[in-house]
Nanobody, 121 residues
Framework: QVQLVESGGGSVQAGGSLRLSCVAS????????MAWYRQAPGEQRELVAS???????NYADSVKGRFTISRDNAKNTLYLQMNSLKPEDTAVYYC???????????????WGQGTQVTVSS
């Protein structure tokens, strides 16, 4: 199994910044894509940003220019730098990792437990 531990969430005023981290541990042979999702109350979970093993990134239109996703492959860690935060960014943020335990296995998705981000106006 793969365990994901997120940190860095909290409360901040509009215009502020937060940096989320997600550390993957456990039975990991390799990690393919990594991503951040978020879910606001009463809303569906949505993709915020993703990054491939080669470093190619993709962002939701709502966060382009404000958020930056990055990863440290040596540490199996995913980051999300969030700047110019807005009240509509308030949500629980989840990391997702596409990983496999052995070279001959297929990749599977693993999810973190989520970290709350609250932005006040």
């Amino acid at each position: 199994q793969v365990q994901l531990v997120e940190s860095g969430g909290g409360s901040v005023q509009a215009g502020g910044s937060l940096r989320l981290s997600c550390v993957a541990s456990g039975s990991i042979f390799s990690i393919n894509a990594m991503a951040w999702y978020r879910q606001a109350p009463g809303e569906q979970r949505e993709l915020v940003a993703s990054i491939t093993s080669g470093g190619n990134t993709n962002y939701a239109d709502s966060v382009k220019g404000r958020f930056t996703i990055s990863r440290d492959n040596a540490k199996n860690t995913l980051y999300l730098q969030m700047n110019s935060l807005k009240p509509e960014d308030t949500a629980v943020y989840y990391c997702k990792v596409d990983s496999k335990r052995r070279w001959y296995e297929s990749y599977h998705d693993f999810w973190g437990q989520g970290t709350q981000v609250t932005v006040s106006s």
